[in-house]
C-alpha cells in the first residue's frame, strides 16, 4: 500500500514545473492579435541582432517604454529608459545577426488592447514584456528580463 502512494508522489515531484505536450491536441492557429503581438516582439528581438534602429523603434514605444533587470552587483534593480538603449543596441559594430533561438513562453491579451508576453532567448535571457496596441500597432512599453 506504501508503495501506490509513493510512486504517485514521486512522479509528481519528479515532473514539477515541466509541460507535457499530447501528440493527440490540436492546437489552434494563432489570432490575428496574438500574431501582430509576436511580430512586435520579434521586432525587437530580430532588430536587436541585427542592430536594426527601425525595427527597435518600431518594438518600443518612443519616449515611455522603460527596461528594468535585477542589479549587476548587490541588492535592487537597474531601470533604464529605451530611449537611452535603442540607440546603443543599433549602434552595435558587430551584431549577433537573425536569431531563431528563442521561444514564447506564454503570450497573454486582455480586451484586444493589452498584451503580456514571456519570452525564452535560449542561453542569454528570460523577458517578461508588456504591450499596449495604439494607433492600431503593439509595441513593447516595458522589459523586465533576468539573464539565464
Request: charged residues 20%; proline residues 5%; contains cysteine.
Amino acid at each position: 500500500m506504501k508503495q501506490a502512494i509513493l510512486i504517485p508522489a514521486l512522479l509528481a515531484a519528479a515532473t514539477a514545473g515541466c509541460t507535457t505536450v499530447h501528440t493527440n491536441q490540436v492546437v489552434a492557429a494563432p489570432s490575428a492579435e496574438e500574431a501582430a503581438v509576436k511580430a512586435a516582439v520579434l521586432d525587437y528581438f530580430q532588430g536587436q541582432g541585427q542592430a536594426s534602429a527601425d525595427r527597435l523603434n518600431k518594438a518600443f514605444a518612443e519616449d515611455v517604454a522603460v527596461m528594468v533587470s535585477p542589479a549587476r552587483e548587490g541588492p535592487g534593480f537597474q531601470r533604464r529608459e529605451m530611449s537611452e538603449i535603442i540607440p546603443a543596441w543599433a549602434s552595435n559594430s558587430n551584431p549577433i545577426g537573425e536569431r531563431s533561438d528563442y521561444s514564447f513562453l506564454s503570450v497573454e491579451i486582455v480586451d484586444d488592447r493589452l498584451a503580456t508576453v514571456t519570452f525564452r532567448s535560449t542561453d542569454r535571457f528570460y523577458d517578461a514584456l508588456t504591450l499596449i496596441k495604439h494607433s492600431g500597432e503593439w509595441q513593447i512599453v516595458a522589459k523586465a528580463y533576468v539573464p539565464q
